[in-house]
């Protein structure tokens, strides 16, 4: 008997990457035996309430799923789950097929399709705003997940995709929405983020003025940066950063209210500080409450900017202020989620 094809796209296929909230066993979705694969020709999806209910409980996503269709299908939406078709050509290797010891009992019926990281990216792109685009694009090369159950609500992972991965694919979809912004987004991209409001930072630096950005050069995000030979303030030669200018010799730590407010944390964080200091490296740290505000943000960013040994471009900078300022409000002070 052949199984049945489900192949998940949008919200459903974002979640599935982004939250592990609801996920059952976590640890049987290695990465690394996620193979980059495309439906097939002849496919067809039968899916009734059920089915539905059964696919998003065993696989812990939200309802209603999204479902992708062949064109001439019927189209389909209920409460529990949505049909929708791609009328244009995707390119190959837009899917990823769950391994049938990735999946529960329950599914072993079932061929589930996700979505694969770079196709979330373009088909998100024509729904969200430039700067959430580029924040998105970060959270999918990030090395975290958001788990409601993990210590700060997030739990580490191993990337589930790169900045090159995703401009690759973008290469074979021109063809298809969103592809002109997507690709534009992918350049803002920085690899490498250890949580949410890491990537938020690290895409409001990079975005040009024009998108309500600070234009600045493109950090490395947690790196080791190498300290000077017998420092006397650490207790290794090396310390990991949040966000690295590595030839400006510059770093800036975000210090969470949630992982800083330990002691011991705060005793680190000065002789992490001593260190760098120590070993030429001008340190920036950032506050939850240097981020409450529009003006507090902006004076972060010039000290930052400075730092770097960049102009302070005031008139281009004037003249972006009411976007740059609806940016920060969007990113940093509105509620907000993918899925």
């Not at 599935?16 to 996920?23: H, T, V």
């Not at 250890?194 to 690290?202: C, D, P, R, V, Y």
């Amino acid at each position: 008997m052949t199984n049945q094809i489900v192949p998940l796209i949008g919200a459903s296929a974002l979640q599935f990457w982004l939250d592990y909230s609801k996920r059952k066993n976590p640890e049987s979705f290695a990465y690394k035996l996620c193979e980059r694969t495309s439906l097939p020709d002849d496919y067809n999806v039968k899916l009734n309430e059920a089915k539905a209910c059964l696919i998003a409980h065993e696989l812990g996503l939200e309802l209603p799923l999204c479902i992708m269709r062949p064109a001439l299908q019927h189209r389909t939406c209920t409460a529990h789950y949505h049909m929708y078709a791609e009328h244009r050509h995707l390119p190959l290797n837009s899917f990823i097929k769950l391994k049938p010891s990735q999946l529960p009992e329950a599914l072993k019926g079932f061929d589930i399709y996700v979505a694969s990281p770079e196709h979330c990216f373009l088909s998100f792109a024509s729904k969200l705003s430039f700067p959430r685009l580029a924040v998105l694009g970060c959270e999918l090369c990030a090395h975290y997940v958001y788990d409601l159950k993990a210590p700060y609500l997030q739990a580490f992972r191993e990337p589930v995709t790169s900045s090159y991965q995703i401009a690759d694919y973008l290469k074979e979809a021109n063809h298809n929405k969103g592809y002109a912004r997507a690709l534009r987004a992918s350049k803002y991209i920085c690899d490498g983020s250890n949580s949410i409001m890491e990537s938020k930072l690290a895409s409001i630096c990079v975005l040009p003025f024009a998108e309500g950005g600070y234009n600045l050069l493109k950090p490395e995000l947690n790196i080791k940066v190498f300290l000077k030979k017998n420092n006397d303030y650490f207790d290794r030669n090396y310390s990991m950063c949040d966000l690295v200018w590595k030839e400006e010799r510059v770093t800036v730590e975000y210090d969470s209210t949630m992982t800083h407010l330990d002691k011991k944390q705060n005793i680190r964080d000065k002789k992490k500080a001593n260190a760098l200091s120590g070993s030429g490296y001008t340190l920036i740290n950032l506050t939850a409450d240097d981020i409450k505000n529009f003006h507090s943000i902006e004076e972060a960013f010039a000290q930052i900017r400075m730092s770097l040994g960049m102009r302070s471009r005031n008139v281009i900078m004037k003249k972006h202020e009411m976007l740059r300022n609806e940016v920060v409000q969007d990113l940093f002070a509105a509620s907000w989620k993918w899925f």
